[in-house]
């Protein structure tokens, strides 16, 4: 009848130890879901923000000099002598080197240049230097419209629409990866050249390579036509990012983007599996973005809740055995 009651008495206590594990087990994963779920947004929303002021203060500079050395000459320049004086605008050009050429020491540029647009002022070419070294040198003048140069987009967009950055691109003479940011220069309303600067795209780059969120999110930096401007993988520089993925997943989060605001963390689900889109708007038209897959957030719960059932089990097995040598101990005392 002991035997009985005591095994009884075993089975309940266990089945209700079993039972609150089990609640207390639930509540701990839906708890840590919500603060994980809550944690990791902030951690993503802080390493999306870090890493756009970072672009931020790179870009910035360039395009403060840039309008620094447009400011040079839109104040200082006879529009007349650019147009028809070219003795005129050779003093005036060696007047205003010092000027310029401390400008861009001052903002610590690795360059800084005037383009005149030959067909609006013929007797005016260009001012351009470049930093080798410790040193800045002056480039030789050219007139753009008797180049390539012109076709280039650095020139299209910024006489078209005021301001351009272009993509990143090699530049044989830094033997380096740059891009360059250009602002038309306008004197009474007339569009006369660009003024602009360069900066290694290395120095954002190699600080994006070193981004990665949970075991495979990377950071993506795409440009206002959303082409792919860096890339953890080297073969999607220079796609466009609504169209380099067989599926049109890519397009809605395009669409996403741009009706949204500058910073935001969205959720979509994709063949039953939910991925997280992150992205956040910098001031010249860019946007960094990183598309985790969700389940990677609850890695490290997921391994937790793992432990916390093994050693539940153990708990069990151990409450057996010694429920085992207490029900041994007690026959021996009753001499059965």
């Not at 903002?107 to 930093?131: C, Q, R």
């Not at 040193?135 to 629409?161: C, G, H, M």
């Not at 397009?251 to 969205?266: Q, S, V």
Request: charged share 25%.
């Amino acid at each position: 009848m002991m035997d009985y009651l005591s095994k009884k008495t075993y089975i309940t206590l266990l089945t209700i130890g079993m039972i609150c594990n089990m609640v207390i087990i639930l509540l701990f994963y839906f708890q840590s879901i919500a603060v994980i779920d809550k944690t990791s947004h902030e951690n993503l929303k802080s390493i999306l923000k870090s890493n756009a002021m970072m672009i931020e203060n790179n870009t910035k500079n360039t395009e403060l000099l840039s309008h620094q050395l447009s400011n040079i000459l839109t104040s200082t320049i006879s529009l007349e002598d650019a147009k028809n004086n070219e003795d005129a605008m050779n003093i005036y050009e060696n007047e205003i080197t010092p000027l310029f050429l401390n400008t861009i020491k001052t903002f610590e540029a690795k360059s800084g240049w005037v383009i005149f647009d030959n067909d609006v002022v013929p007797s005016s070419k260009t001012i351009s230097f470049i930093k080798n070294g410790s040193e800045y040198s002056r480039q030789p003048e050219y007139k753009i419209r008797e180049t390539e140069f012109y076709k280039d987009t650095w020139w299209i967009n910024a006489i078209e629409n005021g301001t351009a950055w272009s993509s990143p691109y090699y530049w044989e003479l830094w033997d380096a990866t740059i891009i360059s940011y250009s602002e038309q220069i306008k004197i009474d309303d007339i569009v006369i050249g660009v003024g602009g600067s360069d900066l290694f795209f290395e120095d954002i780059s190699n600080k994006l390579k070193s981004v990665k969120i949970y075991d495979t999110g990377y950071v993506t930096l795409i440009n206002a036509k959303f082409d792919i401007i860096f890339d953890h993988d080297f073969n999607n520089i220079g796609k466009n990012f609504k169209t380099y993925s067989n599926n049109d997943q890519y397009e809605k989060y395009a669409t996403e983007i741009e009706a949204g605001n500058d910073f935001d963390i969205l959720e979509f689900k994709d063949h039953q599996e939910t991925t997280i889109l992150g992205y956040q708007k910098l001031s010249n038209g860019w946007t960094l973005l990183t598309i985790p897959k969700k389940h990677e957030m609850y890695d490290d719960l997921n391994k937790l809740n793992l432990i916390l059932i093994i050693v539940i089990l153990i708990m069990i097995v151990l409450a057996q055995v010694y429920y085992r040598i207490l029900c041994k101990n007690y026959s021996k005392k009753e001499g059965i």
